[in-house]
Nanobody, 121 residues
Framework: QLQLVESGGGLVEPGGSLKLSCAASGFSLDDYAMSWFRQAPGKEREGVSC????????NYTDSVKGRFTISRDDAKNTVYLQMNYLKPEDTAVYYC??????????????WGQGTQVTVSS
């Protein structure tokens, strides 16, 4: 079964940190560019960060630059999103996505089921 499974979400106070993981099963992530998206209640899904297949290129939406870091460990078939200095406006369901042909695309071949991140005091 081909799937992506996110983990690492939870409740954190403003200023805190979380590290999200996205593990692939049934296929090899090193063939794919990877992205993280998020969707807050009542809002459209937005791209947060993406990383190329080689891992040499990364991109971030302006609101998370300097606070979030995307990385990949192809040996573990896993992609990560380190989130520091979290703000209440970062509260959302976070999804990872895999795209075989395009870097930083809003489309994906595979999507995870999402993990909830809540930033609140």
């Amino acid at each position: 079964q081909l799937q992506l499974v996110e983990s690492g979400g939870g409740l954190v106070e403003p200023g805190g940190s979380l590290k999200l993981s996205c593990a692939a099963s049934g296929f090899s992530l090193d063939d794919y560019a990877m992205s993280w998206f998020r969707q807050a209640p009542g809002k459209e899904r937005e791209g947060v960060s993406c990383i190329s297949r080689s891992g040499t290129s990364t991109n971030y939406t302006d609101s998370v630059k300097g606070r979030f870091t995307i990385s990949r460990d192809d040996a573990k078939n896993t992609v990560y999103l380190q989130m520091n200095y979290l703000k209440p406006e970062d509260t959302a369901v976070y999804y990872c996505a895999a795209n075989k042909y395009f870097y930083c695309s809003k489309y994906a071949d595979y999507w995870g089921q999402g993990t909830q991140v809540t930033v609140s005091s």
